[in-house]
C-alpha cells in the first residue's frame, strides 16, 4: 500500500518528508538512511489510512500515528547528522 502513497513528482510521502533528494555531498550511507526512514513514514501513513478507511482511526490514534512520524524525521536528521559528523 505505501507504493500507492505518491505525488505528482512520484515520491511517496516518506520521500518528501525525509528530503530524499537533498544529499549535497552524494553520500551513500546518508541515501541509504534516507530510504529506510521514509519507508518507515509510508508503512505508519499506510497503517494511518487503513485505520481510517476501516473505521478505526481514533482521535488518539490519529495523535500517536502522527507524532510517530514526527519523531521519524527527527531520528532521521539526528542519524545523518551523525552519519555526516567531521566530514
Known amino acids: 500500500?505505501?507504493?500507492?502513497?505518491?505525488?505528482?513528482n512520484d515520491?511517496?510521502?516518506?520521500?518528501?518528508?525525509?528530503?530524499?533528494?537533498?544529499n549535497?555531498?552524494?553520500?551513500?550511507?546518508?541515501?541509504?538512511c534516507k530510504q529506510r526512514f521514509a519507508q518507515a513514514i509510508n508503512q505508519v501513513?499506510?497503517?494511518?489510512?487503513?485505520a481510517f478507511n476501516q473505521g478505526t482511526l481514533t482521535a488518539d490514534k490519529e495523535m500517536l500515528?502522527?507524532?510517530a512520524v514526527k519523531r521519524i524525521?527527527?531520528?532521521?536528521?539526528?542519524?545523518?547528522?551523525a552519519i555526516t559528523w567531521g566530514l
Do not use: C, R, Y
Open 1 to 8: 500500500m505505501t507504493d500507492q502513497i505518491k505525488f505528482a
Open 65 to 67: 500515528l502522527d507524532e
Open 24 to 32: 549535497p555531498g552524494n553520500i551513500g550511507n546518508v541515501a541509504e
Open 45 to 50: 501513513i499506510a497503517h494511518k489510512d487503513d
Open 73 to 81: 524525521i527527527d531520528a532521521q536528521m539526528w542519524v545523518v547528522k
Open 11 to 22: 515520491k511517496s510521502a516518506g520521500e518528501k518528508l525525509v528530503g530524499i533528494d537533498f
